[in-house]
Each structure stands twice: as structure tokens, then as C-alpha cells.
């Protein structure tokens, strides 16, 4: 399974509900969302600065991340960003993979 990092920005009212609800409870209903698109939430943190909250999930595939995302989006309660991670071992092997390419210029 793919592993994504999403970051997400609270609106007004999504920063009211978490008032409201508390943290460990939003943890709680990223966890669920995770594991009903066949993944799992891995770590969850709130953080100061631009960024209210980091999580990463482990998810089937990109389709099923953007789904989240999405379903997230549409709520309104926050903005995400989503960013696909990759593992060292992956790196290693796409160094490994020959790629045709012609940077600009040149």
C-alpha cells in the first residue's frame, strides 16, 4: 500500500467542530475513514503555523487518496493537500530505472 501525507488548514467551522469535539476525537474519524478505504491511519499531529493538522494514512492507491481528499475538501470544514511519500527503498529502485530526458536548453 501507497502512503500519503495530508495536510489540512481547518476553516472557521471546521476549527469551531474541533473546538467542540476535541482532538483525540478527529483522530478517531480519520482513523475510521482510513480503514473503510481499506487503509489505515498511521500518525496524526496538530501543529502551529499555517499547516492545523498532518496525518498520513496508508491507503490502496492514488484513486482512494484523492477520494479522501476530496470527500475532506467537500465537507468544508478544511483545505488539504495531499502529498504521495515514497519510501527510501522505492527511490532506490527508480534510480536504478533509465530515463530519457533533455533539460532545457541543452
Known amino acids: 500500500m501507497a502512503k500519503y501525507l495530508f ?3 481547518y476553516t472557521h467551522e471546521g476549527a469551531k467542530g474541533l473546538a467542540r469535539e476535541g482532538g483525540s476525537a478527529r483522530r478517531t ?4 475513514m482510513a480503514q473503510a478505504l481499506g487503509g489505515k491511519l498511521e500518525a496524526f499531529y496538530f501543529a502551529f ?3 492545523d493538522n498532518y496525518s498520513i494514512l496508508e491507503l490502496p492507491d492514488d484513486v482512494t487518496a484523492a477520494a ?7 465537507s468544508g470544514a478544511a483545505k488539504i493537500t495531499t502529498v ?7 527511490l532506490d529502485k527508480a534510480s536504478k ?3 530519457e530526458y533533455r533539460a ?3
Do not use: M, T
Open 84 to 90: 504521495a511519500l515514497i519510501s527510501p527503498e522505492d
Open 49 to 51: 503555523g499555517e499547516v
Open 104 to 106: 532545457p536548453g541543452r
Open 29 to 32: 474519524a480519520v482513523s475510521k
Open 7 to 9: 495536510e489540512a488548514r
Open 68 to 74: 479522501a481528499a476530496l470527500a475532506v475538501s467537500q
Open 97 to 99: 530505472k533509465s530515463v
